[in-house]
């Protein structure tokens, strides 16, 4: 059985930083595509970054750009965002995905990921 597991969510003041895991078991991940997504309370869910199965070109929202850094380790199969001056507006619960692919390119597209982690929720204070 395939899971993927966040962790590293919490309480934290506007400015500060977090950092997320998701840790992957069940297979291999080396293979795929990684990728961040969040929810806020009564939205969508919105794609935040995303990272290839080589750890090459990454991709973020507009929103984190500059704050937000994805990165991953297929040696221990997880995958991290590091997220630095936190925002009242980045509170949500935050997932992390993954999306078998032998090409290059990520996708910020939800259905397109084929396995999903249950979300930790990360609250920004101001």
């Known amino acids: 059985q395939v899971t993927l597991v966040e962790s590293g969510g919490g309480l934290v003041q506007a400015g500060g930083n977090l950092r997320l895991s998701c840790a992957a078991s069940g297979r291999t991940f080396s293979n795929y595509h990684m990728g961040w997504f969040r929810q806020a309370p009564g939205k969508e869910r919105e794609f935040v970054a995303a990272v290839p199965w080589n750890g090459g070109s990454t991709d973020y929202a507009d929103s984190v750009k500059g704050r937000f850094t994805i990165s991953r380790d297929n040696a221990k199969n997880p995958v991290y965002l590091q997220m630095n001056s936190l925002k009242p507006e980045d509170t949500a619960v935050y997932y992390c995905?993954?999306?078998?692919?032998?090409?290059?390119?990520?996708?910020?597209?939800?259905?397109?990921?084929?396995?999903w982690g249950q979300g930790t929720q990360v609250t920004v204070s101001s």
């Open positions: 995905a993954a999306r078998y692919s032998t090409g290059w390119s990520t996708t910020r597209i939800e259905y397109r990921y084929d396995y």
